[in-house]
């Protein structure tokens, strides 16, 4: 059993953790998460956030793994089952939906395997956050959507509710909400397919713009 100093301590690494994950600091959160799970092993909470970093930074094994660590300490039964789901190697109705959407649209199976990695990161991020699929099919229409939108594929938003039979306006919603879930943006590294990353471009030019304001402060 931890002892109480053992327990701040965890607390410590833990918070800290979070302020690198939500900054996308995550080699910083990785390595603040292991530490509190080091110090308070029994705390369920630090082996899910451990899970949620390795998930954002595309370490899927290790992420498993940090998630077996969590499934051995939540107290939960019904939250521990859904996430003894994401163990299973046989595809849910999502995943099936979305894999023949994805072929009527025509889009790329590189991209139909990163939307069904996006559904395993959504799971892991969704934390102990009721979560209920009512209807799978626009759960898959969402899934797509975001890989479109991400991968700057000309593919409308009324498009993809027409293959799915959803909504739009439905579909405008649950893409938010992978959105923010997710903190997706155009080109995410996690989910972009195409050859040339855009966002290089950008990190290129901040950094050159960062240099040269050195070069003229300096004397």
Request: glycine share 6%.
């Given at each position: 059993m931890a002892t109480k100093k053992n327990i701040s301590q965890a607390e410590k690494y833990n918070?800290?953790?979070?302020?690198?994950?939500?900054?996308?600091?995550l080699e910083g959160a990785v390595a603040a998460f292991q530490k509190a799970v080091q110090a308070n092993?029994?705390?369920?909470?630090?082996?899910?956030?451990?899970?949620?970093?390795?998930?954002?930074?595309?370490?899927?094994?290790?992420?498993?793994?940090?998630?077996?660590?969590?499934?051995?300490?939540?107290?939960?039964?019904?939250?521990?089952?859904?996430?003894?789901?994401l163990f299973s190697s046989a595809m849910d109705e999502v995943e099936?939906?979305?894999?023949?959407?994805?072929k009527e649209l025509g889009l790329p199976i590189q991209q139909t395997g990163k939307a069904i990695?996006?559904?395993?990161?959504?799971?892991?991020?969704?934390?102990?956050?009721p979560f209920r699929i009512s209807k799978p099919s626009l759960w898959a229409a969402g899934l797509i959507l975001a890989i479109i939108k991400i991968n700057f594929v000309e593919i409308s938003r009324q498009e993809v509710a027409a293959v799915f039979q959803v909504s739009p306006r439905s579909l405008k919603d649950k893409?938010?909400?992978?959105?923010?879930?997710?903190?997706?943006?155009?080109?995410?590294?996690?989910y972009f397919t195409g050859e040339e990353n855009p966002l290089d471009k950008l990190v290129e030019a901040a950094e050159l713009l960062e240099k040269m304001d050195r070069n003229f402060l300096e004397d």
């Open positions: 918070k800290s953790g979070l302020a690198h994950y939500q900054t996308w600091e092993p029994e705390n369920p909470d630090y082996h899910l956030n451990l899970t949620k970093a390795y998930a954002r930074s595309g370490d899927y094994d290790k992420a498993m793994q940090a998630l077996g660590g969590y499934l051995q300490t939540e107290p939960d039964s019904a939250i521990a089952e859904r996430y003894e789901q099936r939906i979305l894999i023949a959407g994805a990695q996006m559904w395993l990161e959504y799971r892991i991020a969704l934390g102990r956050r893409f938010k909400e992978l959105v923010k879930t997710l903190d997706l943006m155009p080109a995410d590294y996690r």
